[in-house]
T-cell receptor
Framework: RKEVEQDPGPFNVPEGATVAFNCTYS??????FFWYRQDCRKEPKLLMS???SGNEDGRFTAQLNRASQYISLLIRDSKLSDSATYLC????????????FGAGTRLFVKA | DVKVTQSSRYLVKRTGEKVFLECVQD?????MFWYRQDPGLGLRLIYF???????EKGDIPEGYSVSREKKERFSLILESASTNQTSMYLC?????????????FGPGTRLTVL
């Protein structure tokens, strides 16, 4: 079983749709959680950190459920430019070293 | 603007060759990482370094070694390249001090071993 699991997709949605991605992690010692975005043939870039209380950044909302070991990302009012692969990332421990990436969920937003 | 650079975008080598991948960051970050990315597997950590001359094995260190002689530079070495090391290699760096510090990635090196 992978330590961080994501639905690979692809998710094909029309512009303006709301789409949600889920991610589960297996290591209960996980401390920090993130969503990264990776465009085709580009490097991953941080989209947002995920805090215990949940957090929102414009059209993006991230939530964490420690009891279920589950992270989610909600994108509202999808734009063409949201088309990318979204990587769920979990950091185990507090040293900032053991970082585990999910394989990613591909999103295609169509006009 | 923060920057992580990698020495090559594309590299083609033959089986058995020694391969050097270089990574340089200009952000004075303490931590540096080498990952490989393969379809369906995501990014997997090969090695990381938290200080000059310090290195720790990641999840898949076999067949690789690293060198960090200067804070800004972290090199990945394939002593004898094999075809199963064909992959995208990504270098990253981050500050110490918080478990929420962002990792900044270089553009990647696509290595093909023939």
């Amino acid at each position: 079983r992978k330590e961080v699991e994501q639905d690979p997709g692809p998710f094909n949605v029309p512009e303006g749709a709301t789409v949600a991605f889920n991610c589960t992690y297996s290591n209960s010692a996980s401390q920090s959680f993130f969503w990264y975005r990776q465009d085709c043939r580009k490097e991953p870039k941080l989209l947002m950190s995920v805090y215990s209380s949940g957090n929102e950044d414009g059209r993006f909302t991230a939530q964490l459920n420690r009891a279920s070991q589950y992270i989610s990302l909600l994108i509202r009012d999808s734009k063409l430019s949201d088309s990318a692969t979204y990587l769920c990332v979990v950091m185990v421990g507090t040293g900032g070293f053991k970082t585990i990436f999910g394989a990613g969920t591909r999103l295609f937003v169509k006009a | 603007d923060v920057k992580v650079t990698q020495s090559s975008r594309y590299l083609v080598k033959r089986t058995g060759e020694k391969v050097f991948l270089e990574c340089v960051q200009d952000m004075d970050h303490e931590n540096m990482f080498w990952y490989r990315q393969d379809p369906g597997l995501g990014l997997r950590l090969i090695y990381f370094s938290y200080d000059v001359k310090m290195k720790e094995k990641g999840d898949i260190p076999e067949g690789y070694s690293v060198s960090r002689e200067k804070k800004e530079r972290f090199s990945l070495i394939l002593e004898s390249a094999s075809t199963n090391q064909t992959s995208m290699y990504l270098c990253a760096s981050s500050k110490q001090g918080s478990s929420y510090n962002e990792q900044f990635f270089g553009p990647g090196t696509r290595l093909t071993v023939l």
